[in-house]
């Protein structure tokens, strides 16, 4: 990965969410001007494109936190993505049944959230170090 050589991870992370929010606005402005759909599509590929450049980093971050059972924590965030894809899936076809606005709405306010999401989790999670380790090189008491 290219990207991920040239910057830290968290600022890939940050990046790839402000692309997402983009290609999400651009969903919403399309639908709203009652552009065609080649439009609202170009705009959900941006959105797909800066989930694909967030997504690494922030799933790395989540799973450096854990100091043990990294097993049981990767099945927890697997589980999630399901768990949340499925209620999305279901909100985003109530909304597009009544208004493609409010569909491409819900695109860029979850992509919003990503971002904001994505500027809090750097000062949020724990050393990516175990702390016995820290407390053995006495960087801990």
Do not use: D, K
């Amino acid at each position: 990965n290219r990207v991920a050589g040239c910057m830290p991870a968290m600022r890939q992370a940050l990046v790839g969410s402000a692309v997402a929010l983009g290609g999400g606005a651009a969903a919403v402005l399309a639908t709203a001007a009652g552009a065609p759909l080649v439009f609202v599509v170009l705009g959900m590929a941006v959105g797909l494109l800066g989930l694909g450049i967030a997504e690494p980093p922030l799933m790395s971050r989540c799973m450096s936190a854990v100091e043990s059972s990294s097993g049981a924590a990767a099945a927890l965030v697997g589980a999630s993505q399901y768990a949340l894809g499925a209620a999305a899936t279901v909100v985003a076809g109530v909304l597009a049944a009544s208004s493609p606005v409010l569909w491409a709405g819900l695109i860029a306010f979850f992509a919003l959230a990503g971002v904001l999401l994505a500027r809090v989790v750097p000062t949020t999670t724990v050393s990516p170090v175990p702390r016995r380790v820290l407390q053995a090189a006495g960087q801990v008491r």
